[in-house]
């Protein structure tokens, strides 16, 4: 940058000043041309990035969601990725406690989002070794552009037959807190005569000490009311009949839910987590029904039922875990309790006339009122060894132990004209199932620049107890030993590639097991069979993401089934010498389900305008049995959408 300069100078003249004189050159303009990166994929995350994303004024969170790659938003507001529902939402990490996940979507102001990401949120015992083996659950997160201010978002609509809508939503977030404050109203449900009002408050903060509290509750409520006509036609050897109904119904819900959830890090890893919650709702459903068969039998049935339903579902649990000096050797334990409680009440009106031709042959009316109380109770444990051989390789031994309980008493009575009761001692039902789990499991994981792979096994033992009316009916263990496997691959950051494999047990139910029959329902009871099996569930899966040119994003999977549970239903004449539809149980092999759901995104013009195809397609081989023969159904559904969106300043 100067002049050059040369000279002849004699060591005895010093010092000796040399001036050096600058010469510049000019250069040609540059441009820098960048087109935003839309979509990023940083681990187990999606990120959407806002930068690149052209909207109208006064967008909300939603009118987001509609653009973006892999993302389907339905008619409702309802959030999918590959198929599956996203059901959970946080604002800058922090959990949010909602009905539905359009309470905030619908509400929160798209200028105020800096990213939305798309987290594959794993259990805390996956998070602790880093070796990501169990099912993840799909979590939206919102990431503001403030650390600090606050937002209130107020909507208010009416129109014609009285419908309105209302809703407000206020958020503040200072730093590592934020509160949010929702409440929605409105009636203009495609389902009519449908009235839904429901809110949530939150507060999540993170301590000086790097442990992170939340809390909140949220609450719903709605009423219905509903008229509906059906015709149906039934095939079986006595013949075609055809069963036409016209119900009415009214119905009423509302819940509450509260929970609180902590949880400290240690370079981030959780060493120690809670969670407390308590969920309680009420239901009552008033129905009329006058249903007409006609065919090989006729009746006339008029039934009225009021039906109110009162649960409470208490829960918790604590996650401790502990890592060596060195970080080899990873100590966890988990905590996990769980109890529902359920009272019902049914109150019943049954006129039922039969009908042989035109002549009528019996005529009778059943005044019946039903109580059920209902119990589940569950508690697990889950310990796991895990060693580090290296930074490439680790050994996982888990135990975990399972003891539910499932207890159901129904009392039924008769009520003649002035409401006197008189307990119908056949219908009483006392019924007791527990249940053990041992599942003692290992996995090995090696690690390869960028490809993952994990195999191992499971041993799993069941041990089942049921007690019918203080009978014992049988006590019996069931042992497996299913394999499991991952592979996964992510190179450079900009694809994701899984291909994992696992298996699985789903025990039978009391009234699947019960021998002695569930006839609580006389025109419909349920005959237990004690000899069932429980079902093996085997399932193959494949993910893959890209992220470029066109952004794709593809889920697959093939599950198949031993020993499962189906019901029989068969026609037997009654004590009127009418058909009832009686329902039992057995084990088959050769039902299989396969799914796809595959999304293609396109952007143009700096992501001014874009094309997407999405679409899903499932497949069952399903097998039922109806009058004792044994059916083979095919069901096919594909939901195939094509989605162009132009937005421009």
């Given at each position: 940058g100067f002049y050059p300069f040369s000279t002849r100078i004699s060591y005895k003249n010093s010092p000796y000043t040399i001036t050096l004189k600058s010469r510049s050159t000019l250069l040609n303009e540059i441009v820098v041309r960048s087109t935003p990166t839309l979509v990023q994929i940083k681990g187990d995350t999606m990120q959407y990035n806002m930068d690149?994303?052209?909207?109208?004024?006064?967008?909300?969170?939603?009118?987001?969601?509609?653009?973006?790659?892999?993302?389907?938003?339905?008619?409702?507001?309802?959030?999918?990725?590959?198929?599956?529902?996203?059901?959970?939402i946080k604002i800058n990490g922090k959990n949010i406690a909602v009905n539905d996940l359009k309470d905030i979507t619908k509400l929160f102001p798209a200028d105020a989002i800096k990213s939305i990401q798309l987290i594959n949120e794993y259990t805390l015992l996956d998070r602790i070794t880093g070796r990501k083996i169990d099912p993840s659950n799909n979590v939206l997160n919102i990431q503001t552009k403030t650390q600090k201010g606050l937002m209130l978002t107020a909507l208010a609509g009416a129109g014609t037959s009285e419908r309105y809508s209302t809703s407000s939503m206020l958020n503040v977030i200072n730093g590592p807190a934020v509160s949010t404050l929702g409440f929605t109203s409105n009636n203009t449900s495609p389902a009519l005569n449908l009235t839904e009002t429901h809110g949530n408050a939150n507060y999540a903060t993170t301590l000086k000490t790097n442990f992170s509290l939340d809390g909140g509750l949220f609450f719903s409520s709605t009423n219905s009311t509903n008229r509906s006509n059906s015709l149906t036609t039934t095939q079986s050897d006595y013949g075609t009949l055809q069963t036409l109904d016209n119900i009415n119904q009214a119905a009423k819900f509302k819940s509450l839910n509260v929970r609180t959830n902590g949880e400290k890090l240690v370079n981030s890893s959780p060493v120690l987590a809670y969670s407390l919650g308590y969920y309680t709702q009420q239901s009552d459903n008033l129905s009329e029904l006058l249903s007409t068969?006609?065919?090989?039998?006729?009746?006339?049935?008029?039934?009225?039922?009021?039906?109110?339903?009162?649960?409470?579902?208490?829960?918790?649990?604590?996650?401790?875990?502990?890592?060596?000096?060195?970080?080899?050797?990873?100590?966890?334990?988990?905590?996990?309790?769980?109890?529902?409680?359920?009272?019902?009440?049914?109150?019943?009106?049954?006129?039922?006339?039969?009908?042989d031709q035109d002549s009528l042959l019996g005529d009778s009316l059943i005044r019946r009122k039903t109580l059920k109380k209902t119990t589940r109770t569950s508690l697990s444990e889950v310990s796991s060894f895990v060693y580090k051989f290296s930074s490439a390789s680790s050994l996982e031994l888990r135990y975990q132990l399972l003891l539910t309980g499932n207890k159901l008493q129904s009392h039924s009575f008769d009520q003649d004209s002035i409401a006197k009761n008189t307990e119908i001692d056949s219908l009483a039902i006392n019924n007791k199932l527990n249940a053990m789990h041992h599942k003692i499991g290992f996995n090995y994981k090696y690690s390869w620049k960028?490809?993952?792979?994990?195999?191992?096994?499971?041993?799993?033992?069941?041990?089942?107890?049921?007690?019918?009316?203080?009978?014992?009916?049988?006590?019996?263990?069931?042992?497996?030993?299913?394999?499991?496997?991952?592979?996964?691959?992510?190179?450079?950051?900009?694809?994701?590639?899984?291909?994992?494999?696992?298996?699985?047990?789903?025990?039978?139910?009391?009234?699947?097991?019960?021998?002695?029959?569930?006839?609580?329902?006389?025109?419909?009871?349920?005959?237990?069979?004690?000899?069932?099996?429980?079902?093996?569930?085997?399932?193959?899966?494949?993910?893959?993401?890209?992220?470029?040119?066109?952004?794709?994003?593809?889920?697959?999977?093939?599950?198949?089934?031993?020993?499962?549970?189906?019901?029989?239903?068969?026609?037997?004449?009654?004590a009127y010498n009418n058909l009832i539809q009686v329902s039992t149980f057995t084990n088959v092999n050769g039902m299989y389900t396969a799914r796809a759901n595959a999304s293609i995104d396109r952007r143009f013009n700096d992501n001014k305008w874009g094309i997407t195809l999405y679409g899903g397609a499932t497949y069952n081989h399903a097998i039922t049995f109806i009058d004792g023969n044994k059916t083979i159904n095919h069901v096919y559904q594909a939901d195939p959408s094509f989605r162009i969106n132009y937005i421009s300043k």
């Open positions: 690149g994303v052209i909207l109208k004024p006064n967008s909300v969170a939603e009118d987001i969601l509609k653009i973006l790659p892999g993302l389907l938003v339905d008619q409702d507001g309802n959030v999918f990725y590959k198929g599956k529902k996203v059901s959970s068969q006609t065919g090989f039998q006729h009746q006339v049935t008029a039934t009225k039922r009021n039906n109110v339903d009162n649960t409470k579902n208490p829960s918790g649990n604590i996650f401790l875990a502990h890592k060596s000096k060195n970080g080899k050797i990873i100590l966890s334990n988990q905590l996990a309790a769980n109890t529902l409680l359920n009272d019902n009440q049914l109150n019943e009106d049954n006129h039922i006339q039969f009908y960028k490809t993952n792979l994990i195999f191992g096994a499971k041993f799993i033992s069941d041990e089942l107890f049921l007690r019918v009316n203080s009978e014992k009916i049988f006590k019996r263990r069931y042992s497996f030993i299913l394999p499991e496997a991952r592979l996964e691959l992510n190179p450079m950051n900009k694809s994701n590639f899984i291909i994992a494999y696992s298996s699985d047990l789903n025990d039978p139910g009391a009234d699947q097991l019960n021998p002695i029959g569930n006839y609580s329902l006389p025109q419909a009871p349920i005959i237990g069979n004690k000899d069932l099996k429980p079902t093996q569930i085997h399932e193959l899966s494949l993910n893959y993401t890209a992220i470029g040119k066109y952004n794709i994003a593809i889920y697959g999977s093939f599950s198949y089934y031993f020993d499962n549970i189906v019901s029989q239903v068969d026609w037997q004449p009654n």
